[in-house]
């Protein structure tokens, strides 16, 4: 990060100090969607894609069909910026204004009709050496050390730096899919098994986290319902609807339930045996808005409930769960269980949490009540690099403001002790959770 960032900067001087030097540290991002083969942004319109930015906007009045996929990048730009000022208030709409002024020298302080070409042809990243060296321009310009991954389970994980972008086990597929005929092709075709039944599908399971963790993968990741509650598997009553699900054949509710408990607890033993962090990431509900454009049209609902996972907790106290939750009112349930549970990390501020008056309340309470070598800041959850830095200058302000008032003033802190503070929940704590594993 260079030292001319128009990022803005706090103004109490206590908070404007410790926010400078945190931003002269490495950005280790323990969770993101970036495809490591094009890691940055080719054109405007895969950073106004965005669906923070598509959903803000369809729920202000614009058309879904103005972003349709079959529409040109840029007019799907320009027909964004029509509505951008409708959501100017928001803090997603900050990041964007960080984007095009750190990276794309934007003079002005809005985006619309009359300043989108200008922005639009100053992001353009033509041909294959354009965008290599854009990447590169990106990751240095963030001060980036290591962006993890969202792999599906049959990704190839080939055609890049894993120790740059390091590569992460997604397994929703498996637990909440298996029935599909087609997951259970990809399984095979990724495995060479063939999954007949429940000692198959283990086999398989086995060999993924053997690929994975000799490609460099340093965690396992599952998104679940607020609904799903992990249980001990029952290995032989979950034989025949196992079985049933690798035919592809009709499915009761309970059958349902008991594969994907059978499922979820494999892949637990399998982080237990391979000393892989189990990321859990607690609480979406799909298509509860299906009208809305592509990725707005998930929410959530507060039936979720970490006491479901207190079986998991207790039997794999070896393992450690990394926990998201996405109902911002379930950050004291989630502050109580990284409290007591040694295994239980308290992970980010996911999705609809991850705006600043959720992210200080939540933090303030995690400072005051879980051990700092539990605290896991931070993560983007970006799809282009560019993502990463408003982001994370947003949580650094943050904490730099939680910590001035806590610690140097309500404590007494020096403010290199804060330092400290800040140092373990932004880079030392997710280097130690997510250690470099010899290939």
């Given at each position: ?31 993101s ?28 009045g ?82 980036l ?10 990704d ?36 060479g ?29 599952i ?47 399998c ?15 799909r ?21 479901g ?12 769960f990394p ?14 269980y ?14 609809y ?11 303030a ?48 802190w ?26």
């Amino acid at each position: 990060m260079t030292a001319d960032s128009p990022a803005r900067r706090p103004a109490d001087p206590a908070v404007r100090d410790l926010f400078e030097e945190m931003r002269r540290w490495p950005i280790f991002d323990p969770h993101s969607h970036i495809d490591p083969r094009r890691p940055a942004a080719r054109n405007l319109d895969e950073v106004l894609g965005y669906h923070y930015y598509t959903e803000l906007a369809h729920s202000s009045g614009m058309p879904a069909e103005a972003v349709a996929p079959e529409l040109a990048p840029r007019a799907r730009s320009e027909n964004l910026a029509r509505h951008l000022a409708a959501i100017d208030n928001t803090v997603q709409h900050s990041w964007l204004i960080e984007i095009a002024r750190t990276f794309h020298a934007f003079p002005h302080d809005r985006i619309g009709p009359e300043t989108v070409g200008g922005l639009y042809d100053a992001a353009l990243r033509d041909g294959e050496a354009a965008g290599a060296a854009w990447d590169e321009q990106v990751w240095e310009r963030s001060n980036l050390e290591a962006v993890f991954l969202t792999n599906e389970f049959d990704d190839p994980l080939e055609g890049w730096d894993v120790d740059r972008y390091v590569p992460c086990l997604r397994t929703d597929d498996l637990v909440l899919k298996l029935h599909e005929p087609r997951t259970v092709e990809r399984l095979k075709a990724a495995t060479g098994v063939d999954v007949g039944d429940g000692a198959g599908l283990r086999e398989a399971v086995v060999k993924l986290f053997e690929r994975f963790v000799a490609r460099g993968a340093r965690a396992c990741a599952i998104s679940l319902p607020p609904d799903f509650e992990p249980r001990r598997a029952t290995p032989r009553r979950a034989v025949t609807p196992v079985r049933r699900a690798i035919r592809g054949l009709d499915l009761r509710p309970d059958e349902h339930a008991e594969i994907r408990a059978t499922v979820f607890w494999m892949l637990a033993e399998c982080c237990a045996e391979f000393r892989l962090p189990f990321d859990l990431m607690i609480g979406p509900i799909r298509n509860v808005y299906p009208a809305g454009v592509a990725g707005g049209r998930d929410l959530f609902d507060r039936r979720v409930s970490l006491y479901g996972y207190r079986e998991l907790f207790n039997h794999f106290a070896g393992v450690t769960f990394p926990v998201s939750t996405l109902s911002p009112d379930a950050g004291a349930e989630l502050v109580a269980y990284s409290w007591i549970f040694p295994n239980v990390l308290p992970m980010g501020h996911w999705w609809y949490s991850n705006v600043p008056a959720f992210i200080a309340a939540d933090l303030a309470a995690r400072l005051q009540a879980v051990p700092k070598v539990k605290l896991l800041g931070y993560y983007s959850d970006a799809y282009k690099l560019e993502f990463i830095l408003p982001k994370f200058d947003m949580y650094r302000r943050i904490l730099a403001e939680t910590l001035a008032e806590q610690g140097i003033v309500g404590q007494r802190w020096s403010p290199d002790r804060a330092l400290e503070v800040a140092k373990l929940i932004l880079v030392d704590n997710p280097r130690r959770v997510f250690p470099h594993r010899a290939r």
